[in-house]
């Protein structure tokens, strides 16, 4: 039976990748500090470990008891546009992290490390998005997603450990974190909905984003590793079709059978466009046949009535204010 670590697997696209995972024979070590996931979303037959990728001693441990066959690597703050504003906390979490798994990975000699990085990493005006672009992202959390896909580039070639690395984006559905106002528009726009508030929209709402479902990305992040053509390959994962954030709205506001009014808000500074082609992914997993946002939305919208109205948590720790959008500093 192969042994597997997921970090993050307390979060949502972990919890998810987690649940495949076990379909798929593996037994699953689970380790999240809960600061953007919950212990009910991890799988009753996973090993859930409390703790942080930055504990090295705690690492060190997991690694000698389990004996890892293979990592996911799912552990990340991933707020593209709060990262302006915490450069530190951004560095330290989602690539020193990174650094203390991949370490330990190359010493305990992991059969393959898979990793979730990001369409950040491209940066803008590059349509459609493809693998063999050079990347050029335009946050912090775009530079530290990269830095590490160029780290695994390194272990490989000086130490010889595989790696796949999948850019995911947009990605929604259940398990997400509806209380979480930095990151996840679905999300955002589903609980404020629940509210009765007004959906807030940064500037015109025009921005596109090819908006995926989580069912349609995590079984073949969790199956990856038994394919071996995928192996020290990068792969983009999601959804075909973009929308605009005006017509995410508009469905949203269909599947609650209810008429959202928007808010528009002063624009930030982020890709007006983003979506990427998916040949790649295509060819090497059969990805095609993916789920409609209408459909999807559907599904995650039963789910967010059953998980019930969520608290907008503030993030404590702010490094720079200036310029930061006061939405984000609203209760």
Known sequence: MPISLVTGGAGFIGAHVTNELIK????????????????QNVNAQATFVKGSILDLALLD????????????????????????????????????????????????KIKCFVFTSSIAVYGRGQLPMKEEM?????????????????DLKCAHEMFGLNSIIFRPHNVYGEYQNLGDKYRNVVGI?????????????FGDGMQTRAFSYIGDVAPHIAN???????????????ADKEFTV??????????MGVNGDLRYLPARNEVMHAYADHTKAHATFGTEGALSLKEGIVRMVQWAKTAGIKKSTKFEG????QKLPSFWTED
């Open 134 to 150: 050079i990347p050029t992202p335009e946050d912090p959390y775009g530079v530290s997603k990269y830095a590490v896909e160029l």
């Open 24 to 39: 798929n024979g593996h037994r699953v070590i689970v380790l999240d500090d809960l600061s953007g996931g919950f212990e």
């Open 189 to 201: 726009f589903i609980n404020q909905l629940m509210q009765g508030k007004q959906l807030s929209v």
């Open 61 to 108: 441990q997991l690694f000698t008891q389990h004996k890892f066959d293979y990592v996911y690597h799912l552990a990340a703050y991933a707020a593209e546009g709060l990262s302006h504003f915490i450069r530190h906390f951004n560095y330290n979490n989602n690539l020193i992290g990174s650094i203390n798994l991949i370490n330990l990975s190359v010493n305990h």
């Open 318 to 321: 702010i490094e720079i204010t």
């Open 246 to 255: 005006k017509e995410l709205a508009k469905t949203i506001c269909e599947a």
């Open 224 to 238: 990856s590793v038994n394919v071996q053509a995928a192996y020290n390959q990068v792969f983009n994962i999601g």
